[in-house]
Nanobody, 116 residues
Framework: QVQLVESGGGLVLAGGSLRLSCVGS????????MNWYRQVPGKERELVAA????????NYADSVKGRFIVTRDNAKSTVYLEMNSLKPEDTAMYYC?????????WGQGTQVTVSS
């Protein structure tokens, strides 16, 4: 059974940091690029960060460049999103995602709330 499970969200003050984790199972994790998205109610889901299977290539949305870092540990089938210098506008539900057998698979999401 293909599954992505996120954790690590919470409430943090502006300027603070959080690290999100996403554990994948049921597929060959190391072969697939992994993505982090976020969504605010009433808005479209936004791609925040992406990392290639080996981890050598990473891309970020302009809104998070220089503040967020995406990494992965293929031995643990886990992708991370380290979020620093958080702003209230980073408040959203964060999802990890991957294209698996031509289907986009999503985790259940983890809520990040940044208070000013």
């Amino acid at each position: 059974q293909v599954q992505l499970v996120e954790s690590g969200g919470g409430l943090v003050l502006a300027g603070g940091s959080l690290r999100l984790s996403c554990v994948g199972s049921g597929f060959t994790f190391s072969r697939l690029a992994m993505n982090w998205y976020r969504q605010v109610p009433g808005k479209e889901r936004e791609l925040v960060a992406a990392i290639s299977g080996p981890g050598a290539t990473r891309n970020y949305a302009d809104s998070v460049k220089g503040r967020f870092i995406v990494t992965r540990d293929n031995a643990k089938s886990t992708v991370y999103l380290e979020m620093n210098s958080l702003k209230p506008e980073d408040t959203a539900m964060y999802y990890c995602s991957a294209m698996i057998a031509a289907d986009r698979v999503w985790g259940q999401g983890t809520q990040v709330t940044v208070s000013s």
